[in-house]
């Protein structure tokens, strides 16, 4: 198991590099049970940072199953006044929101897919006035935990103490902290090399990029004229803060012009859904919606996925990592997006992100949604990219630009 040492340094990367948090600010953390020791050192490290007050949101795999096992649907996708109630308190906080993600990958498997997609549209539709209206204006991030039962997922051959404290390894060394380095270091070199590949890309002036490998992957996507790449950090428009919403984070994206993507896109990796697995999936897309998906596990939860709403069957992200991300290195699927997304290109099934407009900072969700961001209760990232996945960049006078060749930059 890592060091006391080891994890305090990490807590802290989370909390100064990553949400950042300022003297005064309150924070929204939320953890699993089984990480309350983490959980503590992530606290501490906030009111050290100069918190006003930690809050956190306890969760637990079991409870969630069992909830779904035995509650009434109708129960479970009922929000309690209280409930809304606190994430209306949230427009006034504006809090840092701290996610550490350390999810049983199999926890609601064998429940009813339709439970849980109607469960979650319908608690996201109430909740979701909430969450727009804090969009952009506050910090946040995300990173993982490991916990005995994601770690067995993992690594099924080892015994449940060896596992925890091999994805403990490889989840410390996809965030860049070990013994006797300096992480806050690391990350600064990191996010300016991010940084400087997408200030490239917005150099270039793409107005659609064309994906080919010979997975059968053939596939055109419009992008938002003048939508911005980004990559590494966001802006809290708010109060001018630079946060890292993920750890780690290895991507450059944007938000593609929604109802224009043209092809088959197949995926390389495995999509985890609601804790549900979809594999060996590919999609069609015309006029910019998906038409036809196969997979070879999960098919009906993947048709449910592209029937969340009007526009779950259209794109909100597309992404860059090169196949030279530590991810991909370690060879090991994650079961989680966090990390997995990071291991190559991928896009986004549902909501765009607003902030890549020039003047997000006063638009509302529907007019960014009147200028191509797609506006969906989902955003469920799935990976594309491939040992061998080309990439041209397409000018809108018709020039073509090598972007990725043999899946990493050009
Ligand atoms: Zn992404």
Redesign the pocket.
């Known amino acids: 198991m890592p060091s006391e040492q080891i994890l305090k340094k990490y807590a802290n990367l989370i909390v100064k590099t990553g949400a950042n948090v300022r003297p005064g600010q309150v924070v929204q953390l939320t953890a699993s049970v089984e990480q309350h020791a983490f959980a503590a050192l992530v606290i501490e490290a906030c009111y050290r940072a100069g918190a006003r007050r930690v809050n956190v949101n306890w969760e637990s795999d079991e409870k969630t199953r069992l909830d779904f096992q035995y509650a009434e649907q109708e129960e479970l996708a009922r929000v309690l006044p209280w409930e809304e109630e606190k994430a209306r308190q949230m427009t006034d906080d504006l809090p840092c929101r701290i996610f550490l993600e350390s999810e049983d990958p199999d926890a609601m498997a064998g429940i009813d897919p339709e439970k849980l997609s109607a469960v979650t549209r319908s608690r996201r539709g109430v909740l979701k006035r909430y969450r727009n209206e804090i969009e952009g204006k506050h910090q946040w991030m995300v990173a993982g935990v490991p916990g005995e039962k994601w770690a067995k997922k993992c690594f099924p051959d080892l015994e449940s103490g060896e596992a925890v404290a091999a994805l403990w390894d490889a989840v410390l060394r996809t965030v860049r902290v070990t013994e006797d380095n300096d992480p806050v270091a690391e990350w600064k070199a990191h996010t300016d090399y991010i940084e400087a590949k997408a200030a490239w890309l917005n150099a270039q002036g793409f107005s659609s990029l064309h994906y080919t490998s010979t997975n059968g992957t053939d596939f055109t996507v419009g992008l938002i004229p003048g939508a911005k790449w980004v990559g590494a950090g966001s802006v809290n428009e708010h109060n001018g803060v630079f946060y890292i919403p993920?750890m780690p984070t290895e991507?450059i994206?944007t938000t593609p012009m929604a109802g224009q993507c043209e092809g088959t896109l197949v995926s390389t990796k495995p999509l985890c859904w609601n804790s549900q697995l979809i594999e060996n999936f590919s999609i069609t897309f015309e006029n910019g919606r998906a038409v036809s998906c196969t997979a070879k596990r999960g098919q009906e939860l993947l048709e449910k996925l592209l029937k969340m709403d009007d526009c779950s069957a259209m794109l909100g992200?597309v992404?860059l990592?090169p196949k030279e991300s530590p991810i991909n290195r370690s060879g090991l699927l994650f079961y989680e997006?966090l990390f997995d997304?990071?291991a190559c290109c991928?896009c986004?099934l549902g909501a765009g992100f607003k902030e890549v407009l020039p003047d997000s900072g006063e638009l509302s969700v529907e007019q960014a949604q009147a200028r191509g961001v797609n506006n969906s209760l989902i955003h469920v990232?799935f990976m594309v990219g491939s040992e061998d996945l080309a990439i041209d960049g397409i000018r809108p006078d018709g020039s073509r630009e090598p972007v990725f060749r043999n899946g990493t930059w050009a």
């Open positions: 993920n991507e994206f992200e992404a990592v997006t997304e990071n991928h986004a990232d």
